[in-house]
């Protein structure tokens, strides 16, 4: 879809994006197939403006969707959403974007490399038809913000042999662990400085540049508490469907505050 296009290389800046997907949201084809929830994307977006999903203040937390900088994101992703046929009221998930990338109608999705294996299984005709580019920052000099995670490593207290547990989770977290699981699992290890041993695999070298300016959800032990009854998720669909932003932000921000603020 690109090459008939007449798109040689992939975008550098979001504006080049825009462009690229105007071109290919045609002949019936999606430019890109956004649904209207991937929050992760979102916030990826509002940290390019500066801005954050929710911000501390002492020893307390505040919603941070009704900022000039998160209404800024929400622009960018509702002029992108608009360049495909991705529904408004769902996430990834509902129904599964891979399976809809396999149909060959959608020129791009936001995905990590895995999802490329899975839309293989369900076409093996894309095989070798799939290409990656890092999500474009706002200038061509480094690649737009997005959200980083992974596992988390752990000792639990009440273990009788920390000194052991310690070693194990030293091991997995240092250099020979990260190079071997980075290159079976198509993984980008826990350092900048191993980026290097993805090198032979598009994907996931491609995935390395762009957690290079990588940002994790806000810091509080009752994130999750947000993430239960998404707020965000319900914010994006509001503007989508055409609510007033601003007031729509105001009242994310208050259900992110009140989640964060309360004792679990």
Not at 25 to 33: Q, V
Not at 55 to 62: H, P, Y
Not at 133 to 151: E, H, L
Not at 180 to 187: G, I, R, T
């Amino acid at each position: 879809l690109f090459s008939k296009a007449g798109i040689a290389a992939p975008p550098k800046t979001r504006d080049e994006w825009i462009q690229d997907t105007t071109k290919l949201n045609t002949g019936g084809n999606d430019g890109i197939y956004l649904p209207g929830q991937t929050w992760y994307a979102l916030a990826g977006f509002i940290w390019d403006e500066g801005g954050d999903l929710a911000v501390q203040d002492g020893d307390n937390w505040k919603g941070a969707l009704d900022t000039p900088q998160a209404k800024a994101g929400m622009e960018f992703y509702k002029r992108l959403q608009a360049l495909g046929k991705g529904p408004k009221d769902s996430d990834e998930a509902k129904p599964l974007q891979a399976d809809v990338f396999a149909k060959g109608k959608s020129a791009q999705i936001i995905s990590v490399p895995g999802g490329a294996d899975a839309i293989v299984k369900a076409n093996p005709a894309m095989k070798d038809k799939i290409g990656f580019f890092p999500i474009p920052g706002k200038t061509a000099d480094k690649p737009g913000a997005v959200f980083t995670g992974g596992s988390d490593l752990v000792i639990p207290e009440a273990s009788r042999h920390q000194a052991l547990a310690y070693e194990v989770v030293k091991a997995l977290a240092g250099t020979k662990w990260q190079t071997d699981m980075a290159k079976e699992m198509s993984y980008v290890p826990n350092r900048t400085s191993l980026a290097g041993v993805l090198a032979g695999n598009e994907g996931a070298s491609v995935m390395a540049v762009g957690a290079a300016n990588g940002h994790a959800t806000p810091n509080s032990p009752n994130w999750a508490a947000v993430e239960a009854n998404n707020p965000i998720k319900q914010y994006m669909t509001q503007v989508l469907t055409g609510s007033d932003p601003d007031a729509a932000g105001k009242t994310a921000s208050a259900a992110v505050t009140k989640a964060l603020n309360t004792a679990s």
